[in-house]
Structures are given as C-alpha cells and as structure tokens.
C-alpha cells in the first residue's frame, strides 16, 4: 500500500523543517545568516520588510542589521524609487560569509548522505521536487538556502 500523498506531503513539510534544525544544531552559524541568506534571496530590501520575511519584529531585525553592517556583511543604500528609505544589500564579503555557510551546510548533509543508500539521482529528486513545491525555477549557478 503507498501512502497518501496528504500525508506524504506533510511529511514533507515536517522533514525539511527537522533537517534545517539538524543542520543548524550541528553547525555554528554566525547570528543573522538568515538575513544574509534572505537578501541573496529578496536583493536589497528595507529592514520592515526584511523582518517581514524574517517573521520577526522590525526592533529585532534591526539589531540583526546592525550586528551585519559592524560585520562588513551588508551595507545600506538609498532606496531606489524612496529618497526618504534605505535598502539593506549584501556586500561582497556577505556573499562569501553565505556561500562558505552553504558549504559548511552541503558537507554536514553529504556526510548523513553518505550513511545512507541514496542515490544522487534520489536526490535530484527530491530536490527537484522542493524546488517545485517553492515554485523555484532552477539555477545551476546558486545553491539552495539551508540557514532557514
């Protein structure tokens, strides 16, 4: 008997949720790289909308901007169509810190990869299938954000 796809696509959700946390417990990431990984995603954006994103208080990600600028992780430029506001951007030592998290993330999930029967064409789906559940269309230049 096969399970329901209800079922299967709770299980979905519940796993890649319970892999995000095994990662974030076993690696030490810097605080705020889920800013960091959410303005790759977003591009420049005003802190209210960062924290929007985010799901938490505008005070909260406030400091968390303020910790990235002391960091040299992000800067603040003019709004593009607001001469009032400021974006927050990536700098480019902020594009390293994300991607040197993103391979830290790739070998801790390579390494209970290895322990398990796999298949990178397994993979590949599964992959494939978040990508479409997300609605991402592929890019085979990025990796998959696994700060969240």
Same mark, same amino acid.
């Given at each position: 008997?096969?399970?329901? !796809?209800?079922? !299967?696509?709770?299980? !979905?959700?519940?796993?890649?949720?319970?892999?995000s946390?095994?990662?974030?417990?076993?690696?030490?990431?810097?605080?705020?790289?889920?800013?960091?990984?959410?303005?790759?995603e977003?591009?420049?954006?005003?802190?209210?909308?960062?924290?929007?994103?985010? =799901?938490?208080?505008?005070?909260t990600?406030?400091?968390?901007?303020?910790?990235?600028?002391?960091?040299?992780?992000?800067?603040?430029?003019?709004?593009?169509?607001?001469?009032?506001?400021?974006?927050?951007?990536?700098?480019?030592?902020?594009?390293?810190? !994300?991607? =040197?998290?993103?391979?830290?993330?790739?070998?801790?999930?390579?390494?209970?990869?290895?322990?398990?029967?796999?298949?990178?064409?397994?993979?590949?789906?599964?992959?494939?299938?978040?990508?479409?559940?997300?609605?991402?269309?592929?890019?085979?230049?990025?990796?998959?954000?696994?700060?969240?």
């Amino acid at each position: 008997m096969t399970t329901p !796809l209800p079922t !299967l696509a709770s299980d !979905l959700v519940v796993l890649a949720a319970r892999l995000s946390r095994a990662v974030r417990r076993e690696l030490e990431h810097p605080a705020g790289a889920r800013a960091l990984s959410l303005l790759d995603e977003l591009g420049p954006t005003g802190v209210t909308a960062l924290a929007s994103a985010d =799901r938490c208080s505008q005070p909260t990600m406030t400091a968390t901007v303020k910790s990235l600028l002391e960091q040299g992780l992000v800067d603040r430029r003019p709004h593009p169509t607001d001469g009032r506001a400021q974006v927050v951007a990536l700098t480019a030592a902020g594009r390293d810190e !994300l991607s =040197r998290i993103r391979r830290a993330n790739a070998e801790l999930v390579l390494d209970r990869l290895a322990a398990t029967r796999h298949s990178a064409e397994e993979v590949a789906t599964a992959v494939a299938v978040l990508r479409d559940v997300l609605d991402l269309r592929p890019d085979p230049t990025s990796q998959e954000d696994t700060t969240s």
